[in-house]
């Protein structure tokens, strides 16, 4: 016949108290380990010899508590790692404030002196590229053959003139590219424009981002190219 004993010193499961605590630990797989620690023992302890109870399930549930807690000591590891690469990241990209980023769109912002660096992706072999720029009403107001190129990224620029070559006012332009492939296919090309690192800040999740004098913002990984 099997006896009972005192069970007084193992932790009773309180609702309130428990709802309490969650707040301010939601993993306490410490206490629940040291809590199945003592229930093992004392089942073993107070167990039927002629009726031996099965600590199998109860081995392989701790095995398994113990697992979880080392999961989540490692995501607590990894959290603080990611954090400091960011941190490291963001300082990194401090030193870019000042330089020029090529960076995908469509839209010029021309301050009126300064020349455009843009950019055109190419994915096949071309014959020829025709670069085009328009004004904030649609007006063509430039056009240049950039001729043939080979797979990959090709560098101009826009000096601010117009297809007779005068000065053109500060504003919004827009810029499209058409290219001929060398099997005689057309295609759009992805154009790229370069603009000035204007500050570093960070996104919702605490990631790099940007902020170019166009008014652009945008993410490291966005950035084609880097122009001195």
Same mark, same amino acid.
């Given at each position: 016949?099997?006896?009972? *004993?005192? #069970? /007084? !010193? @193992?932790?009773?499961? %309180? ?7 969650? &707040? ?55 959290? *603080?790692? #990611? /954090? !400091? @690469?960011?941190?490291? %990241? ?7 404030? &000042? ?64 297809? %007779? ?64």
């Amino acid at each position: 016949m099997a006896t009972v *004993s005192n #069970l /007084s !010193q @193992i932790k009773q499961y %309180d609702p309130l108290a428990t709802a309490a605590k969650a &707040g301010n630990d939601v993993t306490s797989t410490k206490d629940m380990t040291q809590n199945f620690l003592k229930m093992l023992t004392t089942q073993l302890r107070n167990q039927d010899p002629m009726n031996p109870t099965d600590t199998a399930s109860m081995t392989t549930q701790l095995a398994q508590l113990n697992m979880v807690d080392s999961i989540n000591q490692m995501k607590g590891t990894m959290t *603080s790692l #990611l /954090s !400091q @690469i960011q941190s490291s %990241d963001f300082m990194n990209y401090s030193s870019s404030v &000042g330089k020029y980023a090529m960076a995908a769109s469509k839209s010029l912002s021309f301050d009126g002196k300064t020349p455009m660096n843009l950019g055109a992706q190419l994915v096949n072999d071309v014959s020829s590229v025709l670069a085009t720029i328009s004004d904030d009403k649609g007006n063509v107001i430039a056009k240049e053959i950039l001729g043939a190129h080979s797979t990959g990224m090709v560098n101009f620029s826009w000096d601010g003139t117009d297809s %007779d070559g005068k000065p053109v006012a500060a504003g919004k332009y827009s810029i499209a590219l058409s290219a001929l492939s060398t099997e005689g296919g057309t295609f759009t090309p992805d154009s790229f424009v370069a603009s000035m690192v204007a500050a570093i800040g960070k996104d919702s999740n605490k990631n790099p981002l940007l902020t170019l004098a166009d008014g652009r913002a945008v993410a490291p990984s966005d950035i084609a190219q880097w122009i001195a």
